[in-house]
């Protein structure tokens, strides 16, 4: 049973599963790569998730917690450049898993990648509804409040959760249905589009900052850390910072935790890997510059907000274009608005688009059932089933849960993701030390080991209450997993072919396949 678990993927597996596939052509830069990765990271994290930070955790060290989350993003972007080269095909960190740590851990990573996805695309859902509410009272239309907003919120006044007068968020709904419709139907992306939709997210945040400085008022950054530059716990015990009335953690690092959810999407970057003319230097290229520019920004648009409203006075569902208008700017108000929708859209599509090609990938595998998550429409060539099931859960999620619980529960997914990634780096390395590379992680074991501590030092920089929801997540998947997954995995299958054919079980792993042949020969 226990090699069945930690059963790989062998490289020619994986070329004969994308036989019938054509291969992507090599056509982006290291510009062009930055731009995919820009465009994916900017969009709610910076336009609603500063003003979550600032409001209840930072003040204006928000500005520091933007350089912790940064810093953390970087050393698991360089695991995550070379976990996947590793493996030359398309796929999500969960086939790249499978084909180094093995069923398992595979099936953990692709468990959390759909908490992930999902629950992403709900906060982001919520971010949009906010915006979108923000623009059409400029115009003089005005939503039925109960309508509006999720039932309750955390109250950190009281520290209990509260009833916010309201039924469900309507707004969110309906986004969540259009996004389903466009993506059921099937939607061409191209470089052209995204560049367009980067250079509306960076005209924005540009007018934010430029416009926003003349504003400024310094008194409004002291205190610069009202709850100071910590706030680390150990599963819900504070050990150094301030506690919240709810016994969560206050500080710079707590902070950092909330708005890591600003630098998800990085990591599209390296699935881009095999459209890349030299991945080896484009691919890393593409991460690095990316982050650094999103870091600049985030620090540079923290700066403005907290220095144009009291960190107190932040309004939590629309913070930048709110600043405006307390600043007495309502034109720049509707701009930014028309603007973060614009970039928030974008961010949903593409965050709901992956989640139904991660059921997909595990479906074809046998761990999820193939006729539902593995179904494609005979028309419009999409997973159709999975992502109108996608569409349904982002929607009510973000209809019904408010935002401060929906952004914490992404980051401790996600971290946990990009705490394996490092750590499949440091294995891999040991255990595997001649398997092609083609990009590789400068100042290994210092690089994945540094990336798992930061990832883990946010990860207790959460309240408690997300541990119990990421256990509860992960025992969920377990029980999926055991109840269904492990009986009908198709590499469990072959491996069981295996032994009763020959009698014993093949040690496939990635190291003693062949070295992968060079795409550019």
């Known amino acids: 049973m226990a090699n069945r678990l930690f059963a790989t993927k062998s ?7 994308m036989a019938g596939e054509h291969r992507l052509r090599r056509v982006l830069g290291p510009v ?21 930070a600032a409001h209840d955790k930072t003040g204006p060290a928000l500005m520091l917690s933007f350089v912790v989350s940064g810093i953390a993003c970087i050393f698991a972007a360089l695991c995550y450049a070379e976990f996947a080269s590793m ?14 740590m093995g069923e398992l851990f595979a099936w953990i990573i692709g468990w959390d990648l759909i908490l992930e996805y999902a629950v992403a695309s709900s906060t982001v859902a919520h971010g949009w509804s906010h915006y979108f509410q923000a623009l059409i009272d400029q115009l003089g239309i005005h939503l039925p409040r109960v309508v509006t907003n999720a039932p309750f919120d955390f109250d950190t006044a009281t520290g209990h959760l509260a ?7 309507l707004p969110a709904i309906v986004i969540a249905g259009i996004i389903t419709v466009i993506l059921v139907k099937g939607i061409k992306e191209s470089a052209g589009f995204n560049a367009f939709m980067v250079i509306v997210k960076l005209a924005i945040v540009l007018f934010v900052i430029a416009v926003g400085a003349f504003f400024v008022n310094p008194a409004n950054w002291h205190p610069f850390a009202p709850f100071g530059l910590a706030g680390i716990a150990f599963f819900g015990k504070t050990l150094i910072g301030q506690t919240g009335k709810g016994g969560e953690p206050l500080g710079m690092l707590a902070g950092a935790a909330v708005i890591f959810f600003a630098y998800i999407g990085f990591d599209s970057i390296s699935t881009h890997a095999e459209e890349a003319r030299n991945p080896k230097r484009d691919v890393p290229i593409g991460i690095i510059t990316s982050l650094i520019l999103c870091t600049v920004l985030y620090i540079a648009v923290a700066a403005v907000i907290t220095g144009m409203v009291p960190y107190n006075q932040i309004n939590i569902d629309a913070p930048v274009s709110d600043a405006f208008r307390q600043a007495g ?47 494609v429409h005979a028309r419009f060539r999409t997973p159709w089933k999975s992502t109108i099931l996608t569409g349904i859960f982002v929607g009510t999620v973000a209809a ?10 992404v980051n401790i997914g996600t971290l946990l993701a990009f705490a394996m990634v490092c750590s499949a780096v440091l294995i891999m390395r040991r255990t595997n030390p001649h398997a092609p590379r083609p990009f590789r992680a ?24 997300n541990w119990l929801r990421l256990f509860v997540w992960l025992l969920i998947g377990f029980a999926i997993y055991f109840g269904y997954g492990r009986t009908h995995s198709v590499l469990a299958a072959s491996l069981a072919a295996e032994i009763s054919k020959h009698g014993v079980s093949p040690a496939g792993s990635l190291a003693a396949d062949p070295a992968p042949p060079d795409p550019r020969r």
């Open 11 to 17: 490289y020619e597996t994986l070329m004969q599963e």
């Open 32 to 52: 062009a790569l930055t731009s995919l990765g820009v465009g994916a990271i900017i969009g709610t994290g910076i336009f609603v998730l500063t003003g979550v």
């Open 87 to 100: 493996v030359p095909v398309a796929g999500s960190a969960y086939t790249y898993a499978y084909a180094t």
């Open 163 to 169: 009833a916010t007068g309201t039924w469900f968020d």
């Open 329 to 375: 700017l309502p034109w720049a108000r509707m701009l930014i608005s028309i603007g973060a929708l614009t970039g928030i859209t974008s961010v949903l599509l593409v965050m709901m688009l992956s989640q139904p090609r991660v059921f997909m990938a595990m479906a074809r595998d046998g761990l999820l059932p193939t006729g539902f998550f593995g179904a």
């Open 400 to 409: 019904f849960i408010p935002l401060r619980i929906l952004a914490d529960l």
């Open 442 to 465: 400068p100042f290994v074991p210092a690089t994945p080991i540094l990336g798992i501590a930061f990832c883990l030092l946010l990860m207790f920089s959460l309240p408690s209450e």
